[in-house]
């Protein structure tokens, strides 16, 4: 993977939506981004909350400038 600068986050703005920072190795956020343990019998809000964590984890790696 390679990197660029890293653009800083507005830390009172993520607050406001209810997150918390989570510091993982890039990685670790490539794993979470490309990985899925959901089957076809999970209920509709699980599989999007799958989808929404690895949307999140895709959203990081490019916010902090990896190319996977």
Same mark, same amino acid.
């Given at each position: 993977?390679?990197?660029?600068?890293?653009? @800083?986050?507005?830390?009172? $703005?993520?607050?406001?939506? #209810? %997150?918390? @920072?989570?510091?993982?190795?890039?990685?670790? +956020? @490539?794993?979470?981004?490309? =990985? !899925? !343990? !959901?089957?076809? $019998?999970?209920?509709?809000?699980? +599989?999007? %909350? !799958?989808?929404?964590? %690895?949307?999140?984890?895709?959203?990081?790696? =490019?916010?902090? #400038?990896?190319?996977?």
């Amino acid at each position: 993977m390679s990197k660029q600068e890293i653009i @800083a986050t507005d830390m009172a $703005n993520e607050e406001k939506k #209810g %997150r918390v @920072a989570l510091w993982l190795d890039a990685d670790d +956020i @490539a794993w979470l981004a490309k =990985h !899925c !343990c !959901c089957n076809n $019998n999970e209920p509709s809000e699980i +599989i999007e %909350r !799958c989808s929404r964590i %690895r949307f999140r984890a895709n959203a990081a790696l =490019h916010k902090a #400038g990896y190319k996977i």
